[in-house]
C-alpha cells in the first residue's frame, strides 16, 4: 500500500508566497510521475503541476511562472514553490503519484489534500 501525505497549506495574502510539500511511502516503483491537482468550490479538479522521476515537468497555464515544481527522488517527496499568488487560487491541493503514461503496471495514489486561502 502507498500512503501519500501533503503538507504547507494555509493562509496568505494575494501577493504572497506559500510552500507544499507532499511525501509518499511504501511499495513505490520507482519511474513515476508526482504533481498537484487543486479543486475549489463547484469547479472540476485540475492539474496544477506535475513532474517525472526523469524531472520532465508540465505545469497548467494558469500558474506558469509563478509556481515551481520539484522533487527528491531519495525521499518521494515533491514540492509546490507558489509565489504570486492570486484570490483566485484558493483550493484544495491535492498530491498525487501515478505511474508514467503508456508504462505497466498502471498506479495512482490520492493524498487527501491540503487547503489554500489566498484572501486579504
Do not use: H
Amino acid at each position: 500500500q502507498v500512503q501519500v501525505v501533503e503538507s504547507g497549506g494555509g493562509l496568505v495574502q494575494p501577493g504572497g508566497s506559500l510552500r507544499l510539500s507532499c511525501a509518499a511511502s511504501g511499495r513505490i516503483f520507482s519511474s513515476n510521475a508526482m504533481g498537484w491537482y487543486r479543486q475549489a468550490p463547484g469547479k472540476q479538479r485540475e492539474l496544477v503541476a506535475d513532474i517525472t522521476s526523469g524531472g520532465t515537468t508540465n505545469y497548467g497555464d494558469s500558474v506558469k511562472g509563478r509556481f515551481t515544481i520539484s522533487r527528491d527522488n531519495a525521499k518521494n517527496t515533491v514540492y509546490l514553490q507558489m509565489n504570486s499568488l492570486k484570490p483566485e487560487d484558493t483550493a484544495v491541493y491535492y498530491c498525487n503519484i501515478r505511474s508514467l503514461r503508456g508504462s505497466t503496471p498502471y498506479f495512482s495514489y490520492w493524498g487527501r489534500g491540503t487547503q489554500v486561502t489566498v484572501s486579504s
